[in-house]
């Protein structure tokens, strides 16, 4: 089945400085990716997508890489600021699928001020 | 706001109670789903309804029944629950596109507590 697993569990970031979280999948056939963000007590926040058409996809203060040869997706947030302070987790899909997605465990973001 | 409300927002049963979760979605998708949320573990995916037709139930036990009376509306009816359940149930929607996936609009969740 698919697998979707983050390298690190918890990433501690000044400030001010670019954060990148990291996201390895299993499925090859895997076309579509998410990235949300999940604060304290609340549902996941959709933060931008990207289709395995493309390998770069970019939003406001985010970027989202995806290297399909190695499996590979990857969250860039530019100036992190402590709203940031979250649960980020990714996601994949495959089309056909009912858009069932299989969610990776998450990585802690942990902005110090 | 993401349009998904979910009630109640935290629940205390008995392994003995029955209880149902109630979720309704405002952005006039036409896909709901319910995914669990344990500790320390990713978000497993229970039960998919497209068009009010459950079109996935990924292996949960009979203790977890889902209803959907219509596009907006889904329901988890609990009964005879065990601690391992206790978990955040997460209701989510979107527009239900067969020939592509869309991105999902999650709820709050309820906080599950079994006793």
């Known amino acids: 089945g698919e697998s979707v697993g983050l390298h690190l569990p918890t990433l501690s970031v000044q400030e001010g400085d670019n954060s990148i979280i990291n996201c390895a999948y299993s499925?090859?056939?895997?076309?579509?990716f998410i990235w949300y963000k999940q604060e304290s007590g609340k549902g996941p926040q959709f933060i931008i997508d990207i289709r395995s058409n493309m390998d770069k996809r970019q939003g406001q203060r985010v970027t989202v890489l995806l290297n399909k040869t190695v499996k590979h997706l990857s969250l860039q947030i530019a100036a992190t600021q402590p709203g940031d302070s979250a649960v980020y987790f990714c996601?994949?899909?495959?089309?056909?699928?009912?858009?069932?997605?299989?969610f990776g465990s998450g990585t802690k973001l942990n902005v110090k001020p | 706001e993401t349009g998904v409300t979910q009630t109640p927002r935290h629940l205390v049963m008995g392994m003995t109670n029955k209880k149902s979760l109630k979720c309704e979605q405002h952005l006039g998708h036409n896909a709901m789903y319910w995914y669990k949320q344990s500790a320390k573990k990713p978000l497993e995916l229970m039960f998919v309804?497209?068009?009010?037709?459950?079109?996935e139930n990924n292996s949960v036990p009979s203790r977890f029944s889902p209803e959907c009376p219509n596009s907006s509306h889904l329901f988890l009816h609990l009964h005879t629950l065990q601690p391992e359940d206790s978990a955040l149930y997460l209701c989510?929607?979107?527009?239900?596109?067969?020939?592509?996936?869309?991105?999902?609009?999650f709820g709050s969740g309820t906080q599950l507590s079994v006793l």
């Open positions: 499925n090859s056939a895997s076309d579509y």
């Open positions: 309804y497209s068009l009010e037709e459950r079109v």
């Open positions: 989510a929607s979107s527009q239900d596109q067969r020939q592509t996936n869309e991105k999902l609009f």
């Open positions: 996601a994949e899909s495959l089309v056909y699928n009912f858009n069932k997605f299989y």
